[in-house]
């Protein structure tokens, strides 16, 4: 194991998850993501994008304590008691998006597969992205990798920039 996965697996040990943070560019938002959950607590991996990489963590550490205290997110569940003023919502990261967005978690994990459900921040009136309302400057910070078509779950310029990429 190199420095990285070591870490990984020390922190999976000791705190039950680790938070992987990407710092995004001018194509994709910052994002983040743990792994270990489903290993140490038999609940998916969660994703979150758009926001600043410590809030982020802060937020996935969140997350984290309350699955380890037996807590449970659910696909299409609206969950009080997360952010500050709107309940966020979680939605299952289809399979073909967990190579581009969460490559680490396919590394811990191996052959045997993960799961992994994204949380979605609500804009200042409690709409989600796919929703209509949606604050527009907002908008382009949340990929839906819950949907399976690419311009649709990524909007037309990151699709472009990950197929150039070859990452999809």
């Known amino acids: 194991m190199d420095d990285v996965e070591r870490r990984v697996r020390s922190d999976v040990d000791t705190f039950g998850w680790h938070v ?3 710092a995004g560019d001018e194509s994709a938002p910052p994002w983040a993501f743990t792994i270990g959950l489903e290993e140490q607590f038999g609940h998916p991996e969660i994703a979150i994008f758009g926001m600043e990489l410590d809030l982020l963590h802060r937020v996935l550490n969140h997350i984290g304590e ?3 205290r037996g807590r449970r ?7 009080e008691g997360v952010l500050a003023n709107h309940a966020p919502c979680f939605r299952l990261v289809l399979p073909r998006w967990h190579s581009p967005f969460l490559g680490n978690a396919g590394w811990f994990y191996g052959e045997k597969g993960f ?3 994204q949380c979605f921040w609500p804009d200042a009136n409690g709409n989600l992205p796919w929703e209509p309302g949606f604050d527009p400057a907002w908008a382009g910070r949340q990929p839906l990798l819950f949907e399976e078509d690419e311009e649709t ?3 037309r310029a990151l699709a472009g920039v990950l197929r150039a990429e070859g990452a999809l």
């Open 115 to 117: 799961s992994a459900l």
């Open 66 to 68: 309350q699955v380890k």
């Open 73 to 79: 997110f659910e696909d299409g569940e609206r969950a």
């Open 153 to 155: 779950a990524l909007g």
């Open 20 to 22: 992987a943070k990407i």
